[in-house]
């Protein structure tokens, strides 16, 4: 990039970044998360630092600290509020651990969550709650008392009639989240915030704010000598403290406690964006001190960011194996939430039209959890002048045929059958997760497959050889014979596996389950507990539109979709082959509905009297699901003798506990 791009560029970040800031800091209402105003400012700093003769006093790099919007009184603080340093990686988190090794010696760390909401504190006068501030500044806050008083874990009475200036962190709970999905706030902490800054405090009572306390300003008494003394002292007065904190030894145990959150920060009832280490002893901490802007004896390792900003290279088209052609943008490769992404979906043509997403754009991506990264929005300020508008091809680009694109749909679809871009998606699909589960083979071997002729259809899969493989490049005995033994062990899987793995459409997983337990009550023999493929083919030729339609759940388009398959000469042919190659289905297992029990979701923990599987499968006859791991999820912990951490967990998530005598009774 050169001077005068650089400067252009730079000029458009600026507009941007003060447009975002001003939307979420004085008019609470961004839509964006902190992340993408981070990834653009760092995008800033990055070219300011480049080229310093363009760094201007008015740049948003050159402040320091927040604004206050100016709505509420603005009032100073009994004691400063400092913010904490960000880590985002163990050797920074190391280098951090090392330098308190230095200063105090080798000393014992607690660890707290970093919980995502609002930072405000409390002022307590002989116990009697005044006053309630936004953190603002870190010398100043504003007034919100209003709102806060509405929070009902906050008491406003503490058991004990003493001074207390004390801060933590105002949360609104994912579920909470959920219900004002349509109110336009990016996350659970903007609408937090934006909740707290209602001049309405009815607004606030209504959606059910949280507070979790974990600093300690000023106070009339003598308080704890140490951050985890201090926490269980803010319980004893009646203050809520999130209570997963723990105190460590040595800075390797404190990085345990990091990992592990990170593994389960989605089990939580709310969200948090990383882990704070702190200095445990008062005496140490104050020993370290603080720099101009954060404590030197705590830092905040961050999880790293779900959103953030890149730019589009170019969009392509995807087909689908049910012809869908699904336009994707193509990126300039960004680190978002740990991987590097390089594409992200675009949905179809509408959205496109929609977002108006040019090649050429900055935009905002966002991953989450398992699904696909998406395109959320255009940054237009950082447009270039050489942004074109997007034009959606006429024809399929992998066989050339005119792609359809059905009244009233948003979808356009080639709709060849033989599409060479279909059938590789039909293949994989067969193969995934939730279809025949065969996880030896990855997208690379299906495509060597498919190059070499060696799969025509499904059933090819079952009678691949070792010679076969190993004609592929790169295979070695090992690796074939690993692929093989993959798939001989899903020879015999659950009916709806297969039925959701032929890609019908319309048949998900759910609809495949459905449609499993239907044939099942259509089968010759009913003691029978597995069958062939052709049979199914039998029960599903037989199947009329109507007695489809009226399987609870399916509707007309589902019910057609499936006759039509059925009718179709290659499904009866693939059917069969599946059948010849040994492919055996097992029907489902009768549930028998118990009312305690249908539908919720238990975890087994401790000792039982009877094995867990037994109970599991006893579960299961009943129509509930059993589960490994604790979450808000669930519905029940299952405890037996000597239950352990699924059981501490269960009670700080405020999940029902029920003994063994407890289940019994709700079997009844
Ligand atoms: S301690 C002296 N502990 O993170 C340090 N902060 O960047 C004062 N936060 O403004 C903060 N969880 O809003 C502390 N367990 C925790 C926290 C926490 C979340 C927030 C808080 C603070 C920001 C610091």
């Not at 904490?84 to 651990?97: H, K």
């Not at 014979?481 to 001989?488: R, S, V």
Request: proline fraction near 4%; glycine fraction near 6%.
């Amino acid at each position: 990039m050169n001077l005068e791009d650089a400067q252009h560029r730079i000029e458009q970040l600026r507009k941007e970044i003060l447009q975002r800031n001003y939307e979420y800091f004085v008019l609470d209402e961004s839509r964006v998360s902190e992340a993408v105003r981070d990834a653009l400012k760092k995008e800033l700093i990055a070219l300011e630092s480049q080229y310093p003769q363009l760094v201007t006093p008015d740049s948003p790099t050159q402040r320091v600290g927040s604004v206050l919007s100016g709505r509420f009184p603005k009032v100073k603080h009994k004691s400063r509020k400092w913010s904490l340093a960000d880590v985002f990686s163990l050797e920074e988190l190391q280098e951090w651990e090392e330098r308190v090794e230095k200063g105090v010696g080798k000393t014992e760390l607690i660890t707290e969550l970093k919980l995502d909401g609002l930072n405000i504190t409390l002022w307590y006068e002989k116990g009697l709650l005044l006053r309630a501030l936004t953190r603002g500044d870190g010398n100043e806050g504003e007034d919100v008392t209003h709102s806060i008083r509405t929070i009902r874990n906050i008491p406003l009475r503490l058991f004990e009639p003493i001074d207390l200036e004390v801060s933590g962190e105002v949360l609104l709970s994912k579920k909470s989240f959920e219900k004002m999905k349509d109110e336009g706030f990016a996350n659970a902490r903007n609408a937090a915030a934006g909740t707290v800054r209602q001049l309405d405090p009815a607004v606030a009572a209504a959606r059910e704010l949280t507070m979790y306390c974990y600093s300690l300003g000023e106070t009339s008494v003598d308080a704890p000598e140490t951050q985890s003394g201090i926490l269980k002292w803010f319980q004893s007065l009646g203050l809520p403290v999130f209570a997963k904190f723990e105190v460590h030894q040595s800075a390797e145990d404190s990085i345990h406690f990091l990992k592990k959150w990170k593994k389960n920060r989605e089990d939580l009832p709310f969200e948090i964006d990383g882990v704070v280490f702190k200095v445990n002893e008062k005496a140490k901490q104050e020993e370290m001190g603080f720099t101009a802007k954060t404590p030197r004896f705590a830092v905040a390792y961050k999880f790293p960011a779900e959103q953030t900003t890149t730019v589009v290279e170019g969009i392509t088209i995807q087909i689908g194996r049910t012809g869908a052609a699904t336009p994707v943008a193509e990126l300039r490769p960004v680190l978002v939430a740990g991987s590097t992404v390089s594409r992200a979906t675009l949905h179809n043509e509408d959205e496109i039209a929609r977002k108006d997403v040019r090649i050429g754009d900055t935009v905002i991506i966002q991953k989450a959890g398992d699904v696909i990264p998406e395109v959320v929005e255009v940054l237009l300020n950082l447009r270039p002048e050489s942004a074109k508008n997007y034009t959606f091809p006429t024809h399929c680009p992998m066989c050339e045929t005119l792609l359809e694109r059905p009244e009233g749909e948003a979808v356009r679809r080639c709709p060849n059958g033989e599409c060479p871009g279909r059938r590789r998606e039909s293949f994989i699909h067969f193969v995934s997760k939730h279809a025949l589960d065969i996880d030896t083979l990855g997208e690379k071997v299906v495509d060597g497959l498919i190059e070499f002729g060696f799969l025509k259809d499904f059933a090819d899969f079952f009678s691949l050889t070792k010679n076969q493989l190993l004609e592929l490049p790169f295979f070695k005995e090992k690796k074939a014979q690993n692929i093989l033994d993959g798939i001989a062990a899903r020879k015999t899987i659950e009916l709806h596996r297969l039925l959701f793995g032929l890609g019908i459409r319309f048949v998900g997983e759910q609809v495949a389950k459905d449609l499993a337990k239907f044939l099942n009550s259509r089968k010759q023999s009913s003691e029978a507990i597995e069958t062939k493929s052709s049979e199914v083919m039998q029960l599903l030729a037989d199947c009329t539109q109507e007695e489809l339609e009226a399987v609870e759940g399916f509707g007309e388009r589902i019910a057609e979709s499936i006759v039509e398959w059925a009718r179709l000469p290659h499904s009866r042919h693939v059917m069969e082959r599946l059948s010849e190659a040994g492919v055996r289905l097992r029907w489902p297992t009768q549930i028998e509905a118990r009312e305690g029990i249908v539908g919720k979701t238990f975890v087994l923990t401790g000792t039982l009297t009877r094995s867990r599987d037994e109970v599991k499968k006893e579960i299961e006859a009943a129509g509930g699901h059993v589960s490994g791991s604790v979450s808000a999820k669930t519905d029940y912990l299952l405890a037996g003798e000597e239950a352990g951490s699924k059981l501490d967990k269960a009670k700080e998530l405020g999940i029902q506990v029920l003994s063994e005598a407890e289940y019994n009774s709700l079997k009844a």
